[in-house]
């Protein structure tokens, strides 16, 4: 039995319409089609797998219906795995999910037909060490941040690489992203572009309180440390702004390349600096 994951985003009317047609194409061509509760709501369908719960039925295929966080959350979901994902843009951005939904079948046929590229993405593997103990790790594919809460008051921080002092230095943040996140928070927050192929991590630091720390470029099998030193129970640790995990004083968040990656179908020959310039107008003048 041949089965597709399906992952949706909530609140978005299309998929009223666009699943059900969805489903019904895949059954047409053998395919299984293996829904989460999003879309099986959509799609009027009563037999739902837990998002978490999908990489267990083993699909050739996950089927993402929404925008980047979608995307995020479901890399997450299948990071341990193999699977490729084929992203379709319903949000505003798109940065990552290239396909247009208007390009969903052709793009599925050309799957069908092993006809699509696939592009591979490093993900960041990050564990989070409290006392000793590692109480929580977590997979990203843009990034981890360390960064205070609603009080207006910054957080101090130690980096340490492999094991040797970088800096110690207060500010709202720290950024680690992999290339692949470079574009996203990082940017925003004046790291550098780092092309998606490229083997490093970046730090950036959000704010800081001097003016000569710079965001950083290592290379991707360092074992990085960030330590809070400053601002307990108000500071956070975020995965691909999503999950949320509230940080004591003295917690140490340890970040490497992860062993795994995320597999991304693509069809067309779009490179990563058209979609720079289409998605956020990089060079223009």
Not at 252 to 263: F, I, Q
Request: proline content about 6%; overall charge neutral; some cysteine.
């Amino acid at each position: 039995m041949r089965r597709i994951a399906i992952i949706s985003k909530p609140q978005k009317e299309e998929l009223a319409t666009l699943l059900p047609e969805l489903v019904l194409w895949l059954r047409s061509r053998g395919f299984t089609p293996v829904l989460d509760p999003v879309s099986g709501n959509y799609a009027l369908e009563k037999n739902t797998v837990p998002r978490a719960e999908l990489p267990r039925e083993s699909p050739e295929l996950v089927i993402v219906l929404g925008g980047d966080g979608t995307l995020l959350a479901a890399a997450r979901v299948f990071a341990k795995t193999s699977v490729p994902i084929l992203s379709v843009n319903l949000g505003s951005l798109g940065f990552l999910t290239e396909v247009r939904l208007s390009e969903l079948y052709s793009t599925l046929q050309g799957w069908c037909e092993n006809c699509c590229a696939i592009d591979t993405r490093v993900l960041l593997h990050s564990e989070l060490w409290r006392e000793g103990q590692k109480l929580a790790e977590h997979e990203a594919l843009n990034d981890v941040v360390v960064a205070k809460g609603a009080i207006a008051r910054m957080v101090n921080f130690t980096i340490r690489l492999d094991g040797q002092l970088v800096a110690a230095f207060r500010a709202d943040g720290v950024i680690v992203s992999t290339p692949t996140g470079s574009t996203a928070y990082s940017l925003a927050a004046n790291g550098p572009i780092v092309v998606p192929n490229v083997d490093a991590l970046v730090v950036t630091p959000v704010c800081p309180h001097l003016l000569t720390l710079r965001p950083l470029v290592v290379r991707g099998d360092t074992n990085l440390s960030v330590c809070v030193e400053g601002v307990p129970d108000q500071t956070y640790l975020t995965v691909d702004g999503q999950e949320a995990v509230p940080l004591r004083l003295g917690d140490e968040l340890r970040c490497r390349r992860s062993e795994h990656h995320v597999r991304l179908v693509r069809m067309g020959s779009t490179g990563f600096f058209d979609v720079l310039r289409s998605k956020l107008k990089w060079g223009e003048r």
